[in-house]
Structures are given as C-alpha cells and as structure tokens.
C-alpha cells in the first residue's frame, strides 16, 4: 500500500511567531514606533513634574527663608494672606509698598507701609470704620514701634496724623499714621498686632 505524500507547512516551533506577511510590516512597524513613543511619554511627563516641582518647592522655600530671616522692611507687598489675617486692605495702585512682620508666642505684628491717592486712603480708612474727621495730631505708632522698622514719624515739618483702631476679640488692633506733607499722595504707616 502507497501512502501519497502531501506537502505539509510544518508548524512554527513553539514561542516563535512567523514572519509577517510583507504588506503588514509597515502596520507592525508603526504600532511598535506608536508603543514606544506612549511607554516614553508615560515616564518622562511625570518625571518632568518631579523634576519641576522640585525646583517650584526650592524656591519657594528660599521666598519663606527670605521673608523669615528679614530684619527690616521688605520692599513688596505683603501675600494676600497675609494682608487678610492683620487686616490690612492695601489700596490698588499703591507704590512705595513695604511691610515687616514680627511673630511671638503672644502676639503678631505686621508693619506696613504704603502711599496711596487721597480717595483710596478714605476707603482705607472707612474699611475700618473710621475717616479723616478720626485722625488727630501726632502719630499713632509709637516710638518703640516705629524703632523696629526704623520709621521716623516725628521730624519735624512734617504733618502726621493717627488713629488707632480696637476690634473686637481676636482680631487685631490697627495704629494708623498719615503722613499728609503731600496731600495728593499721602504716606500711610499701619502696625496691626493680634494678641493670643
């Protein structure tokens, strides 16, 4: 008895795929170049978020170094947070803006300075319920208090005007003094302290 003999493909060995049909390889070629470039951009976008941050972080910290370690007037304006804890609502447009900040176990103290157009200084004023017809003659800073920023508001042939502001509770007590020798910029110097 003859057997016929038929051609057979013999199969693959096992784990070996066969070669592909050559009008699949441009396919194959770009869904392998298409993998690549997603399993490269899935490691590098967060490692450039790392990487910025860190940097963000760095120098964020040097911001709070530099604001911490001041020992006079920082020539910007105060965070806004800051701003809304001492109460201290610097007009818009305001210029020669300079604040300092004292912290202790018992109380806080912002000191700020800024010049301001005369309609911005009585909205200033209204925010604490108060107005030019409260300022008196002198300055409502006191000695010890403009020493710490080196504030002179007693020379002479200079018209200063205070008011010192009480409010209730916790929330802190503002000495405001106007420095009106340019009556269409006035010069405005407030310490607000919040005690514990």
Do not use: C
Request: charged share 25%.
């Amino acid at each position: 008895m003859t057997t016929g003999t038929t051609d057979e493909v013999e199969p693959p060995p096992t784990g070996e795929q066969p070669d592909p049909e050559p009008s699949e390889r441009p396919r194959l070629t770009f869904r392998r170049a298409v993998t690549a470039v997603i399993a490269v951009l899935l490691v590098a976008v967060p490692a450039g978020y790392l990487v910025l941050s860190g940097f963000q972080s760095r120098d964020s910290g040097k911001d709070k170094e530099q604001v911490a370690s001041a020992t006079s007037l920082v020539w910007e304006w105060p965070s806004k947070v800051t701003r809304r804890i001492y109460e201290v609502p610097i007009p818009s447009r305001s210029t020669y803006v300079a604040y300092f900040e004292t912290n202790s176990w018992q109380k806080s103290s912002l000191y700020t300075q800024f010049r301001t157009s005369p309609e911005k200084l009585d909205a200033f004023l209204a925010a604490h319920g108060s107005g030019r017809e409260e300022l008196t003659e002198g300055s409502a800073v006191s000695h010890g208090q403009a020493d710490v920023v080196g504030w002179d508001l007693r020379r002479s042939g200079t018209e200063f005007l205070g008011t010192t502001v009480r409010n209730p509770g916790n929330r802190p007590d503002l000495r405001i003094t106007v420095d009106l020798s340019r009556p269409e910029r006035p010069q405005v110097y407030v310490v607000s302290t919040a005690e514990f």
